[in-house]
């Protein structure tokens, strides 16, 4: 199999994240149902872009034991989404293997069971329950803690890969897609996307920080602010790679806080004092 990659970098908002382009060719391959004479990545790009802020489509899809799997059930968490097909032997192993390692960066930092994770055969002809048990299998992945690797059929693909804002098209011997990954909040609604075969730690950390620590006021007073002191001192380090808590950040805002405090009452004294 050969795998053509072509990459940039475009910032959308504030989100910083690579276009990358992926050509995985599979001599002999069959390809999709679906038709296109050509791939136009800027396109896809705004294509996928297009899906933020949609709700996600309640479809139901099957586990690694062919049994039903609806997505509904995932809510509650955040979600994060990987399409991939197993017959691409270099790309889409690749990409899994990157996204399993910033899972183990993300789940280090916000807990293990802060969010869920699927991968989606795209392929719905090959990328059956067995060939997703061997493809997560052959990458270590099998056992992994709220991580799902799912299939499908021909008109429940169309319709995820349509509403995640995912287009893959089978060129004469392969497919080409974008390398995306869909973060999905709580409330079942799209939230970011993220791109790249190598996706950047905080490209897909940040988001997820975001939405695992932004408890709304409803769920109590204690509750609201001591995720709100997570999500602002919980800091990338570049240097290991990993998040940790920075307590400097949580100290300077108490002494600020008592600094404060005593300012107001020294002026407070001064003033009752020159009555």
């Not at 499908?152 to 897609?177: C, E, M, R, W």
């Not at 079942?188 to 905080?202: F, L, M, S």
């Not at 975001?210 to 240097?239: M, Q």
Request: glycine share 8%; aromatic share 12%; hydrophobic share 45%.
């Amino acid at each position: 199999m050969a795998a053509i990659l072509k990459q940039d970098d475009r910032r959308a908002g504030s989100t910083h994240f690579q276009r990358v382009l992926l050509v995985c060719v599979l001599a002999g391959h069959a390809g999709s149902a679906i038709a296109a004479t050509a791939y136009e990545h800027d396109d896809a790009l705004a294509f996928s872009q297009a899906a933020i802020g949609r709700d996600l489509a309640g479809v139901t899809l099957r586990d690694t034991d062919g049994q039903p799997f609806d997505l509904d059930q995932l809510r509650g968490k955040p979600l994060v989404i990987s399409m991939i097909y197993t017959s691409c032997h270099h790309v889409c192993p690749r990409i899994t293997r990157n996204l399993g390692d910033t899972i183990d960066v993300a789940r280090e930092a916000l807990g293990e069971d802060a969010f869920t994770v699927i991968s989606v055969g795209f392929d719905w002809r090959v990328d059956t329950p067995e060939r997703m048990q061997q493809f997560a299998s052959g990458l270590g992945l099998a056992d992994v803690p709220n991580w799902y690797f799912l299939a499908t059929d021909s008109g429940v693909v169309d319709q995820l890969s349509d509403n995640l804002g995912f287009i893959f098209y089978p060129s004469a011997k392969g497919f080409d897609h974008l390398s995306q990954a869909t973060v999905v909040d709580a409330n079942g609604k799209i939230y970011r996307q993220v791109y790249g075969v190598d996706v950047e730690t905080t490209a897909l950390v940040e988001p997820l920080k975001e939405l695992v620590f932004n408890t709304p006021r409803s769920a109590g007073f204690l509750e609201h602010w001591i995720s709100t002191f997570k999500l602002f001192c919980t800091v990338y380090d570049p240097n290991s790679d990993r998040y940790r808590f920075d307590y400097s950040i949580f100290m300077a805002i108490i002494v600020g806080v008592l600094s404060l405090g005593l300012i107001a009452f020294f002026i407070v004294r001064e003033w009752r004092h020159a009555r």
